[in-house]
């Protein structure tokens, strides 16, 4: 069971997702995005960073790199697909997630370690956690702040104190199936208690758990 | 042919920039400004004869990438 994680131009935490899915136990791989097959892989994971350098609006031309052909197709099969941070507004801009996420409410770069609560374990990212369960992964973006004014989606963590403004408090999210997620916080760097929490491993294992259930 | 693409938030959806834009209007005392939002604009010259293929052309550029038609709405001028 293999996960591919796609590299854009100006992404920056490829190896870190890479090391903390490894870490766990699972196989990981970076993959270039101007890649057009991901059939050797169970499921894919888009980064975060700052993609074709957010220009225009976080994600608008990441959508349209080569590889995310290929991320639409696993997502249409049920294969998993995980955005965190920039990957979720990728997912986001390409239709695969319902919304957007704009400028935090305050205007400000948040950057610390947040609490967030399941509220939908039947996910890629909580299947492995009990709803109500808190956890504490740090935060790092400016465009945080999740608008759906289709009121569609379906949230799978909540902010305990709403940050940035976020519809619903939103902190991930998911598709109708549970197999597409997005999330803004970042899991795979709380993987070891040395840095602080190892509260983003039970979202990894969830989603490593995924690629062998999907 | 000049192309210009204004491209504007929707109004039922926040505006974080704008409405900090506003209060620190307010704050130097111009109370009197009630909104502010902070669009878009992109000028492009686009290769063309006729003006409505141009503008039809760039309409489609808007739906598929410049404008996020879950947030934003856009209007594209064509002029000389």
Redesign the interface.
């Known amino acids: 069971m293999r996960a591919a994680v796609v590299v854009f131009p100006g992404t920056n935490c490829e190896q870190d997702v890479v090391y903390a899915l490894q870490s766990l136990g699972g196989e990981a791989e970076l993959v270039w995005h101007r890649e057009t097959d991901l059939s050797e892989f169970d499921g894919v994971v888009l980064p975060g960073g700052f993609a074709h350098g957010d220009y225009l609006r976080t994600g608008a031309i990441a959508r349209f790199s080569p590889i995310m052909a290929e991320v639409q197709r696993m997502a249409s099969v049920g294969r998993p697909v995980l955005g965190i941070c920039n990957g979720f507004q990728i997912l986001c801009e390409a239709g695969l997630l319902p919304g957007a996420l704009i400028a935090n409410r305050d205007l400000s770069f948040i950057c610390r370690p947040v609490e967030v609560e399941v509220v939908d374990n039947n996910t890629i990212l909580t299947r492995g956690s009990t709803v109500g369960d808190r956890i504490v992964i740090p935060l790092n973006s400016y465009e945080g702040n999740w608008v759906d004014a289709s009121g569609t989606g379906r949230v799978a963590l909540r902010y305990t104190d709403n940050p940035n403004g976020s519809q619903q408090g939103a902190a991930a999210v998911t598709n109708e199936r549970g197999n597409i997620a997005g999330v803004m916080p970042h899991p795979e760097r709380a993987i070891e208690a040395v840095l602080g929490s190892a509260d983003g491993q039970v979202l990894l294992n969830s989603f490593l758990d995924s690629l062998v259930a999907a | 042919m000049r192309v210009t693409v204004t491209i504007n938030r929707?109004p039922?959806?926040?505006?974080?920039?704008g409405t900090?834009v506003m209060r620190a209007l307010h704050d130097l005392g111009y109370t009197e400004t009630e909104t502010v939002r902070m669009d878009r604009v992109i000028h492009m010259e686009v290769a063309g004869k006729d003006p409505q293929e141009v503008k039809a052309r760039v309409e489609e550029m808007c739906r598929q990438?410049?404008a996020?038609p879950?947030?934003e709405d856009f209007e594209v001028e064509v002029g000389e």
């Open positions: 929707r039922e959806i926040a505006d974080p920039e900090t990438m410049l996020n879950v947030l």
